[in-house]
């Protein structure tokens, strides 16, 4: 089960991740396009992994495990890259925080309502949130090497902001919930 295609096409994710930092570092306008398709080949990756789990009847613990460490190693690194190389505004960091502290707390809050038996699943609007995400990274990363009509750092930045206020959205409504377990928790065990 742990080389199964779903698990392969999640450690891909792990795997592409030095590869696209060192494109930053190799900074050429094709290998921007080259980070550029690895990463859409990644995200679309996160896409079929889960998709082909399921229809095959191939769900793993490791796979639960690993879905959404990779999802969030992957963003993460991008986002400090993309910060790291000046490839977008000094106000766009924050919303690049805004999204790195979410994913932190959502981590958390996982991990403890698991300890609990509880189970978090993810919402329409989460997933929206990681779709805009998808958006917004790969045009901050081929950002100036776009064809002049494209503006794609600016895209970019617009887009990441709109990931950011779902973002903000859907880790308030994790907290919430998950507050609310606790809270039941508490009560149960007399505190």
């Given at each position: 089960m742990v080389?199964?295609?779903?698990?392969?096409?999640?450690?891909?994710?792990?795997?592409?991740?030095?590869?696209?930092?060192?494109?930053?570092?190799?900074?050429?306008?094709?290998?921007?396009?080259?980070?550029?398709?690895?990463?859409?080949?990644?995200?679309?990756s996160d896409f079929f992994d889960g998709w082909l789990a399921r229809r095959w009847n191939k769900v793993s613990a490791l796979g639960r495990f690993l879905?959404?460490?990779?999802?969030?190693?992957?963003?993460?690194?991008i986002l400090l890259m993309l910060v790291a190389f000046d490839r977008m505004g000094p106000w766009s960091v924050l919303p690049a925080?805004?999204?790195?502290?979410?994913?932190?707390?959502?981590?958390?809050?996982?991990?403890?309502?698991?300890?609990?038996?509880v189970g978090m699943p993810v919402?329409?609007?989460?997933?929206?949130?990681?779709?805009?995400?998808?958006?917004?990274l790969p045009l901050l990363m081929v950002g100036d090497a776009a064809p002049a009509w494209i503006p794609a750092r600016d895209l970019g930045e617009v887009t990441l902001?709109?990931?950011?206020?779902?973002?903000?959205?859907?880790g308030y409504d994790y907290l919430k919930a998950g507050l609310r377990h606790m809270a039941a928790s508490d009560a149960a065990s007399g505190q």
């Open positions: 080389f199964s295609l779903p698990n392969l096409l999640t450690m891909f994710r792990i795997v592409v991740i030095p590869l696209l930092v060192a494109a930053f570092y190799l900074d050429s306008p094709e290998v921007r396009w080259a980070s550029l398709a690895l990463f859409s080949a990644a995200g679309i879905d959404p460490i990779a999802d969030k190693l992957l963003v993460a690194s925080l805004v999204i790195l502290c979410r994913e932190i707390l959502v981590s958390g809050l996982r991990e403890y309502l698991a300890e609990l038996k919402t329409k609007l989460a997933k929206w949130k990681t779709a805009v995400q998808m958006v917004a902001w709109a990931a950011a206020i779902l973002t903000g959205i859907t």
